[in-house]
């Protein structure tokens, strides 16, 4: 189906778009060596990394790669025993958002 605002070759060409600014961010992490964490090209011009909770510092890891992409940290926002922890940001015209969800006994 297509957008009344957008065709599906723009979509196409945007996540292309998307993909090539995630591969030369990657690029940098590695070269700074930073861990790696799960990132998702979403729709239009987003790409999202999320830090895994199971990682021995989730919420430090968060915090080198908002630095490292120089990214808005937000407050936390508690759901039921999990803390979510975001950052948002822009490299170029691709918006990124990377999160950690940390769980009440680790949250604070």
Known sequence: MTSPYYTASDGRRWQIHSVNAL??????ADAAELPAINWTVVGLMEIR????SLHSD???IF???????DLEVKPPVRSLDTWRHAALGKAGDIRIHVYVDVYEEGAK
């Open 23 to 28: 591969a030369a961010l990657l690029k940098r």
């Open 49 to 52: 990394g999320a830090v895994d």
């Open 58 to 60: 989730p919420l430090g």
């Open 63 to 69: 915090h080198l790669w908002a630095e490292h992409l």
